[in-house]
């Protein structure tokens, strides 16, 4: 409850408001009550301000001095050489039908279920297994049609991008 003094014409009164919820209220003051509903609310400007761009003549420019030695770069000779480390690669993976043999990940996250075994055989679009990443259920498919050959994870297992998570072979159709 929130408890406010007013003043009308020179005479103070006591207001108490109880908030019922958000837009419903029980006002009292004195010994009167009375349940008010808040219809729409908005906030109302005192004045309008309007920002005006005032154009500088050139007695307003400013000119700092800088002492010649304030910053001297460091020489070559004196930093450190940087190593440069590539990127890991992806190891080279045999195709199966033009296709990739493996599936994996698209992001890292965290295997919740799996979806297929060894010997399943799977058609493109089909859902193989759920990789939560950043709290967000995914459901990995297969690319292409074929079959499974091995299933590389396991369900709670956490995976990096570019983990193997499932292997195919050549489906013999």
Not at 79 to 92: C, D, G, I, K, Q
Not at 151 to 156: E, I, R
Request: aromatic content about 6%; charged content about 25%; glycine content about 6%.
């Amino acid at each position: 409850m929130r408890r406010y003094k007013v003043q009308v014409k020179n005479k103070q009164y006591m207001i108490d408001i109880d908030e019922i919820d958000a837009n419903n209220f029980r006002v009292m003051l004195g010994d009167q009550t009375f349940e008010v509903n808040l219809s729409s609310a908005e906030d109302v400007a005192e004045a309008a301000i309007t920002p005006a761009i005032i154009p500088s003549g050139s007695r307003d420019e400013v000119v700092i001095e800088r002492p010649e030695s304030s910053y001297q770069p460091p020489a070559i000779e004196t930093m450190e050489r940087t190593r440069n480390v590539p990127s890991p690669a992806l190891p080279p993976t045999p195709y199966v039908n033009g296709f990739r043999s493996d599936l994996v990940a698209p992001m890292p996250g965290t295997i919740l279920t799996i979806e297929v075994q060894p010997g399943d055989k799977v058609v493109r679009g089909q859902k193989l297994l759920t990789l939560e990443a950043m709290k967000m259920k995914n459901a990995i498919k297969a690319p292409q049609d074929g079959v499974v050959s091995k299933v590389m994870v396991q369900p709670g297992q956490t995976v990096r991008y570019g983990d193997v998570l499932v292997c195919f072979e050549e489906s013999k159709a």
